[in-house]
């Protein structure tokens, strides 16, 4: 079974400012990967970045990067210079990458961030 | 090229009426799938499709769900009868398959169900 943690239910950040989303996860599965995904007030669920957990280097797209330690079971999102349009919801998931559930992804409830202008 | 579209986008039945929601993946997607979202909770996987077959229903709550993907295309998710507890958010997702399976899945706008 697996289970994603997010301790944050709530984060402020003030404009042009980083932040960071804290995603910590549990898996007996050897190959999994990690995901974040944006949820907008409009409701549709954006993917942001991946990360597989065999990446030896953490993932970056754009202005978002995971603080990926694979020994303490965490995959951080940083978001770097806030914009007022990066208030969102912001969901942790992963799924394993080969065998049974291999296509289900597990998520986390969440952290609603709040861009501060 | 469009994204997920879910039709529609909020649903308000009284419990024992039926209910059916309905998924249009991204063109050449041939893996589907539904997620649910409860109040309070996390967003809970219910099935995934491969072209028109079920590859994965672990997900379903019981037997009044019922998902149909209809010649490999759109995807239907009916309710009957709907209960209280079936009220939340449905998701439906897309993807197509990368090798190494390192593929992102992508969602729609969700439809917001409510069961009064």
């Known amino acids: 079974a697996q289970k994603i943690t997010q301790t944050q239910p709530g984060m402020f950040v003030q404009e042009k400012e980083a932040v960071t989303l804290d995603c910590t996860y549990d898996t007996s599965d050897q190959s999994y990967g990690l995901f974040w995904y944006k949820q907008p007030s409009s409701g549709e669920m954006i993917f942001l970045i991946y990360q597989g957990s065999y990446d030896e280097q953490n993932a970056t797209e754009g202005r978002y990067s995971l603080n990926f330690q694979k020994a303490r079971k965490s995959t951080n999102l940083v978001i770097s210079a806030s914009q007022l349009g990066d208030s969102a919801m912001y969901f942790c998931?992963?799924?394993?990458?080969?065998?049974?559930?291999?296509?289900?992804?597990?998520f986390g409830k969440g952290t609603k961030l709040s861009v501060i202008p | 090229e469009a994204g997920v579209t879910q039709f529609p986008s909020h649903s308000v039945i009284e419990k024992g009426q039926t209910v059916t929601l309905r998924c249009d993946p991204i063109?050449?997607?041939?893996?589907l799938y539904w997620y649910r979202r409860v109040m309070g909770k996390e967003i809970k996987f219910l099935l995934h499709f491969v072209k028109e077959s079920k590859q994965d229903e672990s997900g379903m709550p019981n037997n009044r769900f019922l998902a149909e993907r209809t010649g490999g295309t759109y995807s239907t998710l009916k309710v009957q009868p709907a209960e209280l507890e079936d009220s939340g958010v449905y998701f439906c997702a897309s993807s197509r398959p990368v090798e190494g399976g390192s593929y992102e899945q992508y969602f729609g706008p969700g439809t917001r169900l409510t069961v009064t």
């Open positions: 998931a992963m799924r394993p990458l080969s065998g049974a559930g291999s296509y289900q992804l597990t």
């Open positions: 063109s050449g997607h041939d893996n």
